[in-house]
Every structure is written in structure tokens, then in C-alpha cells.
């Protein structure tokens, strides 16, 4: 991975490093019920936990263990979600995807516009030959939304994360580079 982070342009959307004036929006992200409903982590109370999702972020990208896009649209630069590659596992070429929307944004294509940039990126620049995604099996519209990038589902991970005080199950998609090449 290179040591700049590495912007990426869509039709509607800059995909571009999260900073410290991206707390505000960090914060409304990630301490709304309904974007984390599916999410598998706690709701963030405050500012200073926003801030703890920033570190995060940028101590990924420094480890190069992770990268992770705020997606602001092109005319406000305003971020409206997240979207990103973790747990990578360089050895293999495998990562996870992960990605958050504001309630707002929802529905109108920006999170498959957002996907179809760095799974590019992943395959090319990263090296990757898988990126798989863990989806909550109440998530239809993500599901949907992987299906159409070109992901297959390969099975149920049972009791496989843990949040808000329940075991939760997850569903395994992939993408694999030889078959992305063919869509």
C-alpha cells in the first residue's frame, strides 16, 4: 500500500482520507441506531469516541493493516459515510470490506458507486485475490447490494461476532479477482 493516502473520484462522490474536521459527521455515523443497526459494534456516546474511530482509521492505514474512505459527496465534501478494506491478511491477498451510509444518503446509489471504486483498488493496487464481506443476515439491502458488485455468498458464521449483549450471526460473501475480471 502506498504511504499517501490514496484519493479515488467517482461521478458524484470524492472517496478521501477521514481528518479531524470529519469528527462531526464521524460521530453522527456512528452513534445512530439505524446506520448501525446491522453493524456489530456499540453505538459511540461522544466526541471523544468519534475520535477513537478516527485513530482507528488513520492507525490502520499507518500499519498498513487497513484503509478506510469517508465518502463525501463532490459538490459539499461532506462526509456521508465510510467505506474500506480491514482485516487484511497480505499473505493470502485477503481482506474484509466494510462500509457505513447516513440514514439521508440511503437509496440513492452512492454506496455502489462508493464499492465499485476501491474494489478496483483492492484488486489492483493492493494485490488482493479475495475481499470478502460479513453481513448481518437481517441486512437484505446489503446483501443485494454485494450480490450486484459480483460477491457470492458461501455460508452462515454462526454466534461469529458480539454486540449490544447478543451473539450474532453472520453471512460470508466473497468476490474473488478471477471472477471480478469477468463481470
Avoid at 488513520?58 to 459538490?75: P, S
Avoid at 437481517?138 to 446483501?143: A, F, M, T
Amino acid at each position: 500500500m502506498k504511504e499517501e493516502f490514496p484519493d479515488l473520484l467517482t461521478s458524484r462522490l470524492l472517496l478521501r482520507e477521514i481528518g479531524e474536521k470529519d469528527l462531526p459527521a464521524l460521530f453522527a455515523i456512528f452513534s445512530s441506531k439505524h446506520t448501525m443497526k446491522y453493524y456489530g459494534s456499540e453505538l459511540i456516546q461522544n466526541m471523544e469516541e468519534a475520535e477513537g474511530v478516527l485513530m482507528s482509521f488513520q492507525k490502520g492505514f499507518e500499519n498498513q493493516q487497513a484503509v478506510r474512505w469517508g465518502i463525501a459527496r463532490k459538490d459539499t465534501n461532506e462526509i456521508i459515510g465510510t467505506c474500506g478494506f480491514h482485516n487484511w491478511s497480505k499473505r493470502v491477498g485477503r481482506i474484509e470490506l466494510g462500509y457505513d451510509l447516513i440514514e439521508e444518503a440511503e437509496g440513492k446509489g452512492y454506496m455502489s458507486e462508493a464499492l465499485s471504486a476501491i474494489i478496483p483498488y483492492g484488486f489492483d493496487e493492493l494485490q488482493l485475490n479475495r475481499i470478502g464481506a460479513l453481513i448481518h443476515q437481517d441486512n437484505s439491502s446489503s446483501r443485494k447490494l454485494v450480490h450486484k458488485l459480483g460477491f457470492q455468498e458461501e455460508g452462515i458464521l454462526r454466534d461469529y461476532a458480539f454486540a449490544r449483549g447478543n451473539y450474532i450471526d453472520l453471512i460470508m460473501h466473497s468476490l474473488l479477482k478471477k471472477d471480478w475480471r469477468k463481470s
